[in-house]
């Protein structure tokens, strides 16, 4: 119990720090936001909803959130200033929840499954292959086997980042030359892990997002040979997304789930930004829950997304 006390802590204090940026701009605005009021009333309103939209939450989720919060004044009647953080916290949690309403250990994988296979999709430089090592790391302190897949053969040194990983981690890696295709990679990497029992698989895959088309083809058919070693992979589709790039963030998960079937997020790089915000938007606005939150470069900076933790981080 003191052992996991002590992890909770570390947990939330690395939060912390990752999120400063982000907290330190959504303080300073509401601070600003609620100046010389007592109650929040339709100007406070309206103020907080120029601090939510130039939060990077987005113009469809911060309407959502003031309106909750509306009903919520009417309801009760009189909400003091110094009751909006809270108030805030609140409905902002359980806006989450609407994606996503229970409260899963995202680590944890289905019992007597075979190898969990996730496909991690994304545009180059989002934090993609960084993301896939310290999955890798996660699982394996876990106690899960694990295997990796270079299938993002477009570029040389993806799959050279991806072996540096590997050995790093000291989990194995299937690749095949530049230029190979990527579906025979992950045939390969599905049938080793099949073959050994391993418990995930984490396929790393090229993100080129200049064609439509050619995305969802390329995609396509990776999981249709995927299909072939293990017929319900790949059981998810991870799309990594670089939370520092703000609106670009919206609209890269707009081309990936219009080009496949995302049911994950991982938000990168929320450490060295203040547009944190848009972890509570995209997850909204799409409807997928953020399963993990990168909030640096290290093997450890990699956090199961955890709601609460979350928004009490940012608004604390
Ligand atoms: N500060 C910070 N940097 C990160 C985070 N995640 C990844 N990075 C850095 O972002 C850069 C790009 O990460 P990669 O993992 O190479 O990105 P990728 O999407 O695989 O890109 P390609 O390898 O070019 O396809 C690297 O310098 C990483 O160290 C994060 O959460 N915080």
């Known amino acids: ?5 002590l992890f909770n802590k570390k947990k939330k204090e690395s939060l912390d720090k990752g999120l400063e940026k ?22 406070v309103l309206d103020n907080l909803e120029e601090v939510l939209i130039s939060s990077d939450v987005g113009v469809d989720t911060t309407l959502r959130i003031i309106e909750r919060i509306e009903e ?24 989450l929840k609407e994606n996503n309403s229970t409260d899963y250990d995202a680590l944890s994988l289905p019992e007597g499954h ?4 996730i ?17 890798a790391h996660k699982f394996k302190d876990a106690g899960k086997s694990v295997v990796l897949g270079a299938a993002d053969t477009f570029r040389a040194a993806a799959v050279d980042q991806l072996v540096i990983w590997a050995e790093r981690v000291g989990v194995p890696i299937v690749k095949q030359g530049m230029g190979a295709d990527p579906a025979s990679v992950a045939f390969d990497t599905l049938s080793k892990a099949k073959a050994e029992n391993a418990d995930v698989v984490l396929i790393d895959t090229a993100g080129r997002l200049h064609n439509k088309i050619n ?19 790949p059981h998810e589709i991870l799309l990594v997304l670089d939370g520092s790039t703000g609106q670009n963030a919206y ?6 789930t219009l080009a496949t079937e995302v049911n994950a997020l991982a938000i990168t790089k929320l450490d060295g930004t203040a547009k944190g915000g848009v972890v509570i938007g995209i997850s909204d606005q799409f409807k997928i829950p953020v399963k ?6 290290k093997i450890d900076d990699l956090q199961v997304f955890n709601r609460e933790e979350f928004v009490d981080s940012l608004f604390n």
């Open 292 to 297: 993990y939150i990168g909030i640096g470069e």
């Open 251 to 256: 609209e890269q998960a707009k081309q990936f």
């Open 72 to 95: 919520r004044v009417q309801r009760d009647k009189y909400v003091g200033t110094d009751e909006l953080n809270r108030v805030l916290k609140e409905e902002i949690v359980d806006l």
């Open 22 to 43: 982000t907290k330190e701009s959504v303080f300073k605005k509401l601070s600003r936001a609620i100046v010389g009021k007592s109650k929040v009333d339709d100007e």
């Open 1 to 5: 119990m003191a052992l996991f006390g």
């Open 114 to 117: 075979g190898p969990y296979v």
């Open 119 to 135: 496909m991690v999709v994304g545009v180059n430089g989002v934090g993609k292959t960084t993301t896939i090592g310290k999955l």
């Open 215 to 233: 995305l969802m083809n390329e995609l396509t058919k990776i999981k249709k040979v995927m299909q072939k070693v293990i017929p319900d992979a």
